[in-house]
């Protein structure tokens, strides 16, 4: 009786573990994390700057606090995102040599990516105020995917970097990149030196 059983249940798992190409278990590719990205808001950033621009809503205005940092430099923090366009500000003082120095400085820290970035596209960008702005854009696995300098050439000078504090992998975080360059522009766009 234990022979016939041990007989049945070996036939039935046998008969279980067919071949047919359609029980062929075939794993899923790697998926990558559903993103849901509110349309954009505008409001004006606070009178208390420089300079004034409108940003997203769903950003906060922080103030950064590294030690080297100056009192008119700020994040615009995305916290959905775990994403931050920190913003430098320097006057120029109509001192070309200090404005020099300046853009070798901006131009010299996105040259640091080029150790892990696989392209890096730079172009001038004509804003609605006149003013040009100059578009750094950073492909592969950099810490900063995008990056801008504006100036007036006389008195002000800006630059921004986005950041990422994730380590979810570029590919997977172009949709945000992109959503986050449109709030740049944006913001380049409306732009405007206070006196």
Request: a positive charge; one cysteine or more.
């Amino acid at each position: 009786m234990i022979k016939y059983a041990f007989i049945l249940l070996t036939g039935l798992l046998l008969a279980a573990c067919s071949s047919d190409s359609s029980d062929n278990y075939v794993p899923k590719p790697k998926g990558f994390p559903r993103l849901d990205l509110p349309t954009p808001a505008y409001k004006l950033i606070d009178p208390t700057h420089p300079y004034q621009f409108e940003y997203n809503t769903i950003a906060r205005i922080l103030p950064d606090t590294f030690a080297r940092s100056e009192p008119d430099w700020i994040f615009i923090n995305y916290p959905t995102f775990k994403a931050s366009v920190q913003l430098t500000y320097k006057p120029v003082g109509n001192n070309v040599t200090k404005l020099r120095a300046m853009l070798e400085d901006s131009y010299k820290l996105a040259a640091r990516h080029n150790i892990k970035a696989y392209a890096i596209e730079q172009r001038k960008v004509r804003l609605k105020s006149g003013l040009e702005a100059s578009i750094i854009d950073l492909s592969g696995e950099v810490p900063s995917q995008v990056q801008f300098i504006t100036t007036d050439s006389t008195t002000h000078f800006m630059r921004g970097a986005l950041y990422f504090n994730t380590a979810t992998e570029n590919d997977s975080l172009q949709p945000v990149i992109q959503y986050i360059r449109k709030d740049i522009m944006h913001m380049l766009n409306t732009l405007k030196w206070r006196k």
